[in-house]
C-alpha cells in the first residue's frame, strides 16, 4: 500500500514538472546529456523531447560560452559545490537567443557519488531588455546633460567678452556725454548700463553653475570649520541687520569643500535677505542623523514661502520677487540644488510653524 502511495507521488511530481510553463527543469546525467523535457523546456528553448532528449546540454550556450568552457564550469562548479548558479545569454533552437537564470544541482547516488544534475532555467529576457533599455535611457540622459551643461559653460564664458566691452564703452559714453545731450540721453544710457551689469551678474553666474563640482576634489569637510568661515565672511551683514545666529555642532562629511561652503553661504544669505520688516533676523543652523544620511536645516523667522512657489524657486533664474524689494540674480537656489545632487542628496524647503522657512537638505553618509 505505502509503495503504492509512493509511486503515486513519483507519478503526481513528474507530471507537475512536466507541465510547469515558466521552467525549464531537465535531468541531465553526469556527462551532461539530456534525460527528460518539460513544456517549459520546449516553450523557453523550442526543441521537441524527441529533438533533444539525449543531446548535450552544451546546445543551449552560444560560440563565445562554448570557446571559454562554461558549460564544463558550470558542472564542475555543480559537482564539488553542489550547486552553480549562472545568469547569461542562451540560444533557443531557432538561433535566437534568450537572457537565462539557471541553476544546476548536483544529485547524488545511494552511495553519495553524482549520478546526474538537475537544471532549472527561468527565462529573463524581458527584465533584461527592460533593463538594458533603462541603462540605454539613464546613459543617453546622462550625455544630453553633458551636452547641456557644456552648452551653458561654452554660452556663458562667450559671451563674457562682448559684454565687458559694452559695458565699457557704456561707461564711456556716460562719462563723455552725461548731462551734454538731454535728459532722454542720460536716462537710456543710464538703462543700457544697468541692464548689461546685471546681463553681467546673470552670465557669470551661469558660469559658474556650469562649473560646479568640476574643479575640486572630495574630501573630508567639518561643517563647523566651513560654517565658521561663511559667518567671518558675512559678520558685516549679520552686524548691520542685528542678526541672531545660532549654530549647532554639525558632522564632518566627504564632499567637495568650496561647492558646501557656496551652499551654505547662499542659504544663509537668503535667512538674511528675505526678512520681514522691522524682525531682526534669526537663524538656526543644525543637522539630524535619519538612517544612512544627515539633514541639514537652515531654519529663519523671515517672509516664508507660499506653498505653491516652494519647488519652482530652485530653478535657475526664478525670483519671486522684485529687485527692488529684494537684491539678486535668481541663481542661488539653483546653485544649491545642483550641488546637494552632486553630493547625492535633496534640497527641499518647509514652511516654519509661527513664520518662516526651513531650507532642508540631506548629504548621505558615504
Ligand atoms: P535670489 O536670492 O538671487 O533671488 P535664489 O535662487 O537664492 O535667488 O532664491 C530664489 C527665490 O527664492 C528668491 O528670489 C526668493 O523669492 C525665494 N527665497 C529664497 N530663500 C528664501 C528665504 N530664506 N525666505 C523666503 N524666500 C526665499
Known sequence: MLKE??????????????????????LLDVDGNIQNWNSGAQRIKGYSAEEIIGKNFRSFYTKTDLKNGKP?????????????????????????????????????????EIIGFGKLTRDLSL???????????VLELELKNQELEQFAFIASHDLQEPLRSLISFT????????????????????????????????????????????????????CNELLKAVMEDM????????????????????????????????????ALKFTKEGEPPKLNIYAERKAEEWIFSVEDNG??????????????????HNRDDYPGTG????????????????????????????????????
Not at 548689461?196 to 546673470?202: D, Y
Open 331 to 366: 541663481i542661488g537656489l539653483a546653485h544649491c540644488r545642483k550641488i546637494v545632487e552632486l553630493h547625492g542628496g535633496k534640497i527641499w524647503v518647509e514652511p516654519k510653524p509661527g513664520g518662516g522657512s526651513i531650507f532642508k537638505f540631506s548629504l548621505p553618509i558615504s
Open 235 to 270: 559678520t558685516a551683514v549679520i552686524n548691520e541687520n542685528k542678526a541672531e545666529v545660532n549654530v549647532e555642532t554639525l558632522p564632518t562629511i566627504c564632499g567637495y569643500p568650496m561647492e558646501l561652503r557656496q551652499l551654505f553661504q547662499n542659504l544663509v544669505s537668503n
Open 127 to 137: 527584465k533584461k531588455r527592460a533593463e538594458q533599455a533603462r541603462q540605454r535611457h
Open 171 to 222: 561707461d564711456i559714453l556716460e562719462s563723455e556725454y552725461k548731462g551734454k545731450i538731454d535728459e532722454d540721453f542720460d536716462q537710456y544710457i543710464a538703462f543700457i548700463s544697468q541692464s548689461s551689469r546685471r546681463m553681467k551678474e546673470l552670465v557669470s553666474g551661469l558660469l559658474d553653475y556650469s562649473r560646479i563640482g568640476k574643479q575640486s576634489e572630495q574630501t573630508n569637510v567639518d
Open 5 to 26: 502511495l509512493e509511486e503515486h507521488q513519483k507519478y503526481a511530481l513528474l507530471k507537475l514538472i512536466d507541465e510547469v510553463q515558466d521552467y525549464a527543469i531537465i
Open 72 to 112: 564544463e564550469g558550470l558542472i564542475n562548479i555543480a559537482k564539488t559545490k553542489g550547486i552553480a548558479h549562472d545568469e547569461g545569454w542562451r540560444v533557443r533552437k531557432d538561433g535566437t537567443r534568450f537572457w537565462g537564470s539557471i541553476t544546476i544541482t548536483a544529485i547524488h547516488g545511494k552511495d553519495n
Open 303 to 320: 517672509i516664508g514661502i507660499d506653498k505653491d512657489h516652494r519647488e519652482k524657486i530652485f530653478i535657475i533664474f526664478k525670483r519671486l
